[in-house]
Structures are given as structure tokens and as C-alpha cells.
């Protein structure tokens, strides 16, 4: 990589911050009935054991790189504004003001050194939820028009057109009509169907828009699961998109909106159960922060792919040959799904049960270390260098597990796998969950009966 | 403004090392960037891919979708993958002198 290439900092497009865009990033830290805001504001003890749990710090040792410098900078300006002591003598208790130079700064370090990741909130001696800092200094940011024009640009091309890459309804269509006859020509038999806009089905099922762009055997490999499986399914030509990039930006009235209308489609379409692709930021913002956008409960089941197919598996509605995968497999756990979600066992069960060599990297699981594309980062092309820079701890733990396919149930994760792999020669193989239980499929004839039980036997849970 | 030099030449690029300027492309650029993704010299197959989607782009302004790609140049989807090692968006994309695309790419 040429180092001149990188580097590049957003503040040359940034207009001069005045009294009133000031105030409107100082009200998300006015909330005085926010319990949850004050209390972790004014928690940590610079202990410093977040330090080494960071992608940023490991890769890159500088003090302001360390979780805990980024949680001040916040809670420096609220104890600024909103204490005493800090609106008194503020040099004492080590409250700045907010002013251009400070936004600059929390746009450097808030946006572009954080993938959100969590892992420093597991490692944090006393528990303050440091994502949870930084997304507020998101908003602040957000309020104040400070959004990267790069990350702005994916949320404006969702509003505006509907997903994420502007995809016109025609390309779509058409797009899964091809991958409809080659489903059924892979599955040798005319009615297996992609389902477009089907009322009344048991799954609305999501894409992430890079799927139909440019990566459709994602695609390809669900529609085949689901022919196995028997399911009954369809996909909206109006909104499929599962991601929300608007999660990232701190903006929660695009959040809403794009939460709002996946809600009003799975209504729309009369669908018993919204199952999200594999995406990572997508299913935390729609299943598990998106009821807090829009204010309202889902009347209807949301679930991952990644439940989904392990479902599946147990119940014995799709039978697999793990012998037909016989290199090494290995997974990453995206942070949002496992240490966010919770969702870390099924991943594992899918694999063991698929294929015949599956390893862990060390650390993994709820401790799992960040690819680095997480966070926005893919979309903020001015944090590329860094975002290489940290991607290279993920790419030693793959390399350590001498793995030739790295599974991971996350688009956002598989890019980033990707350009590593490039960067760092590893040599491998980046596969979807759903790829992987599509290529171990067994598939039987639809007139035979399905055996109710798996006929593997299960290595984990 | 960052800039990606390459066997002597300078571009100004984005952040992800894509052309900041589209209208300086032409088929030399084209083939300086894929020696710079290790592609090496390009064949017809990596031209045909590379002119699909800069027509695309010329014409409405944005990458061409992938079933697009494959049925205008008849090469398989999977091959388009190991042409371009970074896939159709930071591979195939770049080296036609595209800006990013938008999303999780």
C-alpha cells in the first residue's frame, strides 16, 4: 500500500461550527432523565485495561487511539456543560469546551478510529458501556452536520432510493430472475422459485443490497436452502434491504425511517416472520435498537439467517454431508451478532454439523476480535489506511489457524475479509453461513419423504 | 487530496485509492491500476469486464450490476471473482476508474 494515498481528514469540507449547531450537539448530553448517559459519563477510573482490548491501540500505539481517551472526550464536554464544577472552573475537573477543534477531533477519533465492536466494554474493570459512549458522540456529531460526506452518501443513496446502492426495481428483478433460473437449473427442477412480493408467506427474507450488486451467490445459496427446506418465503421488490447504515451515523430519525419501512413491508406483505440476511449492523439495528427508533413494538418474529439455518439443521429440515467441505474452516464472529447479540452458539452449531474440519481462531467467540470493517469504516474511505492497519490482527488469527475457508454470517465482514486477504496474502476463501450449509446440502428428490431427524451426528451444543 | 503513484504516473485518488477524477481514466490507467492490485497484464476477459462497466458508468453514472457484467462480456459469475481478487466493486470497479460505490463495499 502507498502511504501517500491515505490519511486524508475530512476537516477541510467542514464548515465553521456556530452557536446553534453547537447547542444542537450539547442537547444530546442535556437529557437529565437519562440515568443510563450519566452514569457511564462519569464511571471510568483510567484504569486502562480497555487499552489492549482495542483493534486501534493494538495496531496503532497512541494514547489517543485507547477507549478510555475517546470516552473523555465526551464526558469532558459534559462536565463543560452540565456540571458545576466543570462550568466553574473547568482546567480543574478537565472540562473543554466544544468548539471546532475539539469536533474535529471527535470526528477523528468518534468516527474514524471505532468500529463500535464492544470488545472494550467486555474488558472494561468496571463495565461502562463504551459503544454506547461513543454513539452518543456520534449524535452529537450527527446533530452538529458532522456525519462523513462518505458515510452520508450510503444513507442518502437508502433514503433516497430505497437501498443502499440505488438499485433500480427493474435491475432487482431481473437480477433475481436470473438467479431463479439458475437455482432451478442447480436444483434440476422448474418450480424451484425465488418469490417476489408473495402475501401471506412465513418469512419475509432481507438482502443486503451488495448481494443483488455485485454478490449473488449469497443469494443463490439461500434460495437453495430454502427449495431444500421446503419454506415458505419471499423477498420484496420494494424493501429488502436489511441494512441501516443510519445506526452508524448517529442520526436515529434516519434510523427510524429506514426501520419504519422494513416494519410497514413485513405488514404489508402479511409476513409471519422478518428473517435478516447476514448482516451484522443490519440485524442489531432492525431486531434489537429498532424498536427504540420507531417507538413501537414489531407484532411479528424477527430472526437472523444464522438462527435460521441452525434451526433448520436441528429440526433435520435440511440435510447436510459435511464430507462434501473437506478443507479447513474457521469463523469470524461479527461483533454485533455474537458480542452484541448474543448470537455466538448457532454459527458453531451450523459448522460442526457442515463440514469436517472447523477450527476456532484464538480469541473467538463473545471475546472475538474485530475484522476492522465494522463501525461505518468500509464506507469512510478517508480511514482506510487505519482501517488496513487494524484489519491485521484478524488476518494473524487467520493465518494462525492455518484455515483455507473463513466462514462469517456478515457481508460488511466478508468485504473486509476480502481486501485482507489481498492485502495479507492469506489464500483464502471467504464464505456466508448460508453458502457453506448450501454447498453440504444433500438435496432429495421432492416426491421422497425427509428423514425427521438430522442423520449427522451433532459435535456441538 | 490523497495520491496514488504508480510506475511514475501520480493520481489523485479517494481515501480507498479510486480515482478521484473518472475523466482522467483511460486503457493505460486501466492497466497501471490492475498492476498495482497485482492483477498483472490484463486479458480479454478482465477488458471485456473493465469496458462493461465503464460504458455503464458513462452512460447512467454508476457500476452496471453484476448478472449485467455477465451476460454483456459471457464470462461466469465465479470467474469475474478470481479476474479480480477484490471483487467486482474494489477490484473491477477501480481499475474501470469508477468512484466507490456506495454500501458494504
Known amino acids: ?461 | 487530496m490523497p495520491t496514488l503513484e504508480i510506475e511514475g504516473r501520480v493520481f489523485e485518488v479517494d481515501g480507498d485509492g479510486f480515482l478521484a477524477e473518472p475523466e482522467v481514466w483511460n486503457e493505460e490507467v486501466a492497466q497501471l491500476i490492475a498492476n498495482h492490485d497485482g492483477i498483472g497484464e490484463m486479458n480479454d476477459k478482465h477488458w471485456a469486464i473493465v469496458k462493461i462497466i465503464r460504458s455503464n458508468y458513462e452512460e447512467k453514472g454508476m457500476a452496471p450490476m453484476i448478472r449485467h457484467i455477465c451476460k454483456e462480456t459471457g464470462v461466469r459469475l465465479r470467474e469475474i471473482y478470481e479476474l479480480f481478487p477484490l471483487g467486482p466493486a474494489r477490484g473491477a470497479c477501480r481499475v474501470a476508474g469508477l468512484p466507490k460505490p456506495d454500501g458494504c463495499v
Open chain 1, 1 to 461: 500500500m502507498d502511504g501517500e494515498v491515505f490519511g486524508l481528514q475530512n476537516k477541510d469540507n467542514m464548515e465553521k461550527l456556530t452557536q446553534e449547531k453547537i447547542q444542537k450537539g450539547l442537547d444530546v448530553l442535556s437529557a437529565k432523565h437519562d440515568g443510563k448517559l450519566i452514569t457511564h459519563l462519569n464511571s471510568c477510573v483510567h484504569c486502562g485495561l480497555c487499552a489492549n482490548s482495542c483493534v486501534y491501540y493494538n495496531a496503532i500505539p497512541k494514547a489517543k487511539f485507547i477507549p478510555a481517551t475517546k470516552v473523555d472526550l465526551v464526558a469532558s464536554i459534559y462536565r463543560r456543560y452540565q456540571t458545576f464544577g466543570g462550568k466553574v472552573f473547568p482546567k480543574l475537573v478537565g472540562a473543554k469546551d466544544l468548539n471546532d477543534e475539539m469536533a474535529d477531533e471527535m470526528v477523528d477519533l468518534l468516527f474514524g478510529a471505532c468500529t463500535m465492536c464492544g470488545r472494550c466494554v467486555s474488558h472494561c474493570s468496571i463495565g461502562v458501556d463504551i459503544s454506547y459512549v461513543i454513539k452518543k458522540g456520534r449524535e452529537m456529531l450527527s446533530n452538529m452536520g458532522m456525519v462523513p460526506d462518505t458515510l452520508q452518501s450510503t444513507i442518502n443513496s437508502a433514503l433516497e432510493s430505497g437501498n443502499n446502492m440505488s438499485i433500480s426495481k427493474t435491475d432487482f428483478v431481473e437480477t433475481l430472475e436470473w438467479l431463479e433460473e439458475d437455482l432451478q437449473f442447480e436444483v434440476d427442477d422448474d418450480n424451484a422459485k425465488i418469490y417476489l412480493d408473495q402475501k401471506g408467506k412465513e418469512i419475509l427474507y432481507t438482502l443486503n443490497p451488495r448481494e443483488p450488486k455485485f454478490f449473488p451467490l449469497s443469494i443463490s445459496a439461500m434460495a437453495k436452502v430454502f427449495y431444500a427446506a421446503n419454506e415458505s418465503w419471499t423477498i420484496s421488490t420494494k424493501m429488502y434491504d436489511v441494512t441501516n447504515y443510519a445506526y452508524y451515523s448517529g442520526n436515529y430519525e434516519e434510523a427510524a425511517i429506514i426501520t419504519q419501512r422494513l416494519y410497514d413491508e413485513v405488514e404489508n406483505l402479511e409476513a409471519k416472520k422478518c428473517v435478516l440476511a447476514e448482516c451484522g449492523h443490519g440485524s442489531r439495528a432492525f431486531r434489537w435498537e429498532g424498536p427504540n427508533y420507531i417507538k413501537k413494538e414489531y407484532p411479528f418474529d424477527v430472526l437472523t439467517s444464522v438462527e435460521l439455518l441452525a434451526k433448520y439443521l436441528k429440526e433435520g429440515r435440511v440435510v447436510v454431508d459435511p464430507e462434501k467441505i473437506q478443507e479447513k474452516v474457521t469463523l469470524h464472529d461479527p461483533c454485533n451478532l455474537a458480542r452484541s447479540g448474543g448470537i455466538w452458539k448457532e454459527q458453531r452449531y451450523i459448522l460442526n454439523t457442515c463440514v469436517k474440519d472447523f477450527v476456532e481462531m484464538t480469541p473467538h467467540g463473545l471475546d472475538n476480535i474485530c475484522c476492522g470493517g465494522g463501525g461505518g469504516q468500509l464506507a469512510m474511505s478517508e480511514y482506510n489506511e487505519r482501517r488496513l492497519a487494524i484489519g491485521k490482527l484478524k488476518a494473524e488469527q487467520i493465518r494462525a489457524t492455518g484455515a483455507k475457508i473463513v466462514a462469517t454470517p456478515c457481508h460488511n465482514c466478508v468485504d473486509q475479509l476480502q481486501q485482507l486477504n489481498v492485502t495479507f496474502k492469506l489464500g483464502i476463501k471467504i464464505m456466508t453461513l448460508g453458502e457453506i450449509v448450501a454447498d453440504s446440502l444433500i438435496l432429495e428428490k421432492k416426491s421422497e419423504e425427509k428423514p425427521n431427524i438430522n442423520k449427522l451426528e451433532i459435535k456441538a451444543l
